[in-house]
């Protein structure tokens, strides 16, 4: 307490000599403490291989941070209390308890400790050992997203990659994660792709740019390469990498990312691909093409979305703005607070904070000295001769926010700026994925404040960079994969001290729109002609098929009992009335939101649910003019391993376009596609009955979601089937006639002769006696 005392008071005193105003103020952070009786030290206390210190922030959870220095501390408060030193359990069995790597996955911090890999469960306060890691590890890379509870953040927050730093690229071993670090799998780098010579600086999944991106290192030069279309065929930029530099990835992934050691401060805005070094203003008039320029030593670096922090071993604090075309940071009045422990944190906008952990001699949790730095009030120093801000206003509606972007989608989006009086800013929109993602800007006047001021509109238009038509197709990567790039509005070199005014950034999910729908429409149901009872249909109703009729494999063949079906009026509603002689085509209509959106032409497939096959297709592969043999649904049950609805946009393959592995072999096959470029239609054989069919739309040109829906139809007019054949009911018709005009000829001719009277008298003679024999019954009654 002695040693922090006049830390604190030499602090303040320097300042005070200097006549000018502190950087900072140092207050302490102590809370209540008990000392137990016969504590031990943890034998696992956890501490940092790195010579300088660093303070990983959460950057969803601002509360969470761990401390990496002698030791570790993990705080959920933002070291607003004495923390006693991380330590991991010895059932662990960690050996060695150094750490290399640390990364908040959501919830859990993961910690490489040792070659291994180990995660902490915040919530339940659980160390678990990671599994499937074969091999020694350094590091772990991922990121978080913190646009709102959206299925895309959620796949951001479980990726995690692990590798080891230096490993040779022919030799690396690096394995991937898909639920947030506690499983790993062996990933296969460069998939494709000649290895390049060099060593592994990092593996990075740059969501920004939906790349995963390799570090490659060799001769002091680095570079990245690219995983996926079309930057896989080119590198980025090389830069120096004289020495091992952490890799810092900015929050709210705008593509940003921070590299640095002692003596080199370099930063990349498009995830890698310029990598340019960072200059240094170390007084008015005084600017430093680097860090290694400059002189400087780098302690520690704190960054957030939109700012850079330093500070070095000469005990000075440097600030920057990560903003368009803005590449310098500025040196702070001076303030005496560096120490070998010291890191720093940015704990809200325009607030940096230096922590630096004391031991207490007499309990075992540290305390913590803290200096706040207000960046805003200290620009405001005249001796730092910075340019006021020229922007009073810069918003938007869409800042912070996640939105979805499906094929033939379009979004638009407004942001307002408005200037200071007698200045003309220029403001910029910029996507961080411009090879899937194209923007239109339209800038206009839109109005005036009451004090005379202009207001500027900019209207945006964004959808996928294929369907604007002004990119190179080998610019713009696959449309059949979802990809994701971020939005950002901001002014183009804007001042320092913009503090406050932060750029507007939303991120774009080029794919699925889960509000999207399809559904059947129903003209005529047969409820409302009468040939259903919907009272019925909902108490229960079950139907049956007979055993010649279905195949619950769907293949086609006869089953050996007839199947009975329960109908889910529920999830069906009344069934759409069909003729059973007349061919149909369902009219599939997209919604979204309750909203019609348009009649469905993209090209699907229909399957009866319950194995029903007593129906066909009006067209064949020769009919629908394919070049390549069609699929079908039996062919797509086998290779997916028995799944009877396995057909969708992901394995569709159109017959239209020429296949080498599929010629056209069997051209009078059924062509079970609808929809598309063709006019074929389902044709029912003649049965009357329920049907239950799922549609699926196929094409993968449509919409990047498995669009899917499940209807009913019933089919009517059908005649029974006759029991003879055809051929035997024509001779037995053919013969009665025959035989009618025969007896129609012979019996007037044989009434005339004899024989053909007496005949004639027989019959009259056993009609009388039957008469009076019913007289004689009517008489005793």
């Known amino acids: 307490m002695l040693v922090l005392m006049l830390v604190a008071i030499a602090s303040l005193g320097l300042c005070s000599r200097a006549g000018a105003q ?11 403490k008990t000392l137990k009786d016969g504590y031990q030290t943890p034998r696992n206390v956890l501490y940092s291989s790195s010579a300088t210190t660093r303070l990983i922030k959460h950057p969803c ?34 050996g060695k308890p150094e750490v290399t790597s640390a990364h908040f996955a959501d919830l859990s911090l993961l910690l490489v400790v040792n070659k291994k890999v180990y995660v902490y469960n915040i919530k339940n306060r659980i160390w678990t050992a990671s599994t499937g890691i074969e091999h020694p590890v350094s590091h772990i890379s991922g990121d978080n997203c913190c646009y709102g509870m959206h299925f895309t953040c959620s796949d951001i927050n479980k990726y995690v990659f692990a590798y080891l730093h230096g490993d040779k ?98 930063v ?28 400087i030593t780098i302690h520690a670096v704190a960054a957030n979305e939109n700012e850079l922090a330093v500070l070095t071993r000469e005990d000075n604090v ?3 703005s990560l903003g368009i075309l803005t590449n310098f940071i500025i040196k702070l009045p001076h303030q005496s607070i560096w120490s070998q422990q010291a890191a720093m944190m940015f704990s809200a906008l325009g607030i940096l904070e230096i922590v630096t952990p004391i031991p207490d001699s007499e309990f075992p949790a540290f305390d913590f000295l803290k200096c706040l730095v207000n960046i805003q009030a200290v620009l405001m120093d005249p001796q730092l001769k910075v340019d006021v801000c020229k ?31 007698g200045t003309s800013p220029v403001p910029l929109a910029m996507v961080s994925n411009p090879h899937s993602l194209g923007l239109n800007v339209f800038n206009q006047e839109d109005d005036y404040t009451y004090d005379g001021n202009t207001k500027h509109r900019l209207n945006i238009s964004l959808k996928q960079q294929h369907f604007w038509g002004r990119a190179d197709p080998n610019f713009t990567s696959s449309i059949k994969k979802p990809t994701m790039s971020t939005i950002t509005v901001d002014i183009v070199n804007k001042e320092i001290s913009c503090v406050d005014l932060q750029p507007l950034t939303a991120l774009i999910s080029i794919g699925c729109d889960l509000k999207k729908k399809i ?50 009026y529920e999830k069906l509603g009344c069934p759409l009335l069909l003729h059973y002689d007349r061919p149909w085509k369902p009219v599939v209509e997209l919604w979204r939101e309750g909203k019609f959106q348009e009649v469905v032409n993209a090209e699907y497939v229909m399957l009866e649910v319950n194995g029903l096959f007593t129906y066909t297709y009006s067209l064949t ?106 051929e035997i009911t024509i001779f037995l018709l053919m013969a009665s006639i025959l035989l009618s005009v025969w007896l129609a000829y012979m019996i007037p001719k044989q009434l005339h002769p004899e024989e053909g009277r007496r005949l004639r008298g027989y019959w009259v003679s056993l009609c009388n006696r039957c008469r009076r024999s019913c007289e004689y019954f009517q008489c005793r009654h």
Not at 77 to 83: M, R, V, Y
Not at 685 to 697: A, C, D, K, P, T
């Open 318 to 320: 440097y600030y920057g």
């Open 391 to 421: 922007v009073e206003v810069l918003e938007g509606d869409f800042d912070d926010k996640i939105y979805t972007i499906d094929m033939n989608s379009e979004l638009k989006l407004t942001a307002v700026m408005i200037p200071r009086p």
């Open 169 to 266: 690229i022919s030799e690396a071993n690096v394995y991937f994660s898909y639920n947030w670090g506690y499983t790993f799998v062996k990933y296969r780098i460069l998939q494709g792709q000649a290895l390049p010579v060099g060593s592994l600086g990092g593996v990075f999944n740059l969501y920004s740019l939906s790349q995963i991106g390799i570090l490659l290192i060799n001769q002091q030069k680095a570079k990245f390469e690219y995983s996926e279309y079309p930057l896989n065929h080119s590198f980025g930029l090389p830069f120096d990498y004289n020495s091992t530099l952490d890799v810092i990835i900015a929050p709210r992934q705008k593509g940003i990312l921070i590299f640095w050691s002692e003596k080199s401060l370099l």
């Open 621 to 726: 592969a020769d009919s629908a003019i394919c070049i390549s043999q069609p699929q079908n649904w039996t062919t797509i049950r086998r290779k997916a391993r028995g799944r009877p609805f396995a057909w969708d946009r992901e394995n569709y393959m159109s017959c239209h376009q020429y296949i080498k592995d599929s010629p056209l072999r069997w051209p009078n096959v059924p062509y079970q596609i609808m929809g598309g470029p063709t006019d074929n239609k389902i044709i029912f054989e003649q049965r009357n009955g329920i049907y239950v069919f799922l549609i699926s739309i196929v094409d993968p040109y449509y919409s990047y979601c498995h669009l899917t829906t499940i209807f009913s139809v019933y089919v009517y007019g059908a005649f029974p089937l006759p029991f003879f054949w055809p």
């Open 268 to 295: 990349s805005r498009n995830s890698g691909q310029l990598v340019y070094p960072v200059q240094v203003q170390e007084k008015p008039g005084t600017l430093y093409s680097s860090v290694f320029d400059a002189g």
């Open 22 to 32: 502190p950087l900072c103020r140092v207050r302490t952070v102590r809370t209540g």
């Open 519 to 568: 559904v059947v429409q129903k003209e005529i149901s047969a409820c409302y002609k009468g040939y259903l009872d919907p009272v019925a249909l909902q108490d229960n109703y079950s139907y049956v098929i007979e055993k010649e009729a279905y195949d619950r494999s769907f293949l086609g063949q006869r089953a050996t009992k007839d199947l009975l079906v329960h109908y889910p």
């Open 61 to 94: 959870n601002k509360n969470l941070a761990l401390f990496l220095g002698r030791q570790l501390f993990f705080t959920k408060e933002n070291f607003e209390g004495s923390l006693s030193p991380l330590s991991i359990p010895p059932s662990m069995q960690v």
